[in-house]
């Protein structure tokens, strides 16, 4: 059975950074895509950044490119998400997920397979 675990969120104030991880377990030996992906209250749940199984290529929501950077170290079977300059906008639950096996839909959560149960990320003002 898939597992993915997020960690790494907290409280920080408008300026900071948080590094988030999640760990996948029960595909050993083998490398997906990987996303990230955040819902605010109220709100849908959002893309946030995508990056393929070999690394070769990352995507981000505008929202958050030029902040953020996704990466991953397989031999950990880990995906990070390091989020810098952090807005209280940037508040939310943050889910990783693997994604299915197509090379197209990155940004929509209903391409995407397996889900952690996320971690809490609040930025203050």
């Known amino acids: 059975q898939v597992r993915l675990v997020e960690s790494g969120g907290g409280l920080v104030q408008a300026g900071g950074s948080l590094r988030l991880s999640c760990a996948a377990s029960?595909?050993?030996?083998?490398?997906?895509?990987m996303g990230w992906f955040r819902q605010a209250p109220g709100k849908v749940r959002e893309f946030v950044a995508a990056?393929?199984?070999?690394?070769?290529?990352?995507y981000y929501a505008d929202s958050v490119r030029g902040r953020f950077t996704i990466s991953r170290d397989d031999g950990k079977n880990t995906i990070y998400l390091q989020m810098n300059t952090l807005e209280p906008e940037d508040t939310a639950i943050y889910y990783c997920a693997i994604k299915d096996l197509s090379l197209t839909g990155w940004t929509l959560p209903q391409r995407y397979d397996y889900w952690g149960q996320g971690t809490q990320v609040t930025v203050s003002s």
């Open positions: 990056i393929t199984w070999n690394a070769d290529n990352a």
């Open positions: 029960g595909r050993a030996g083998t490398t997906y895509a």
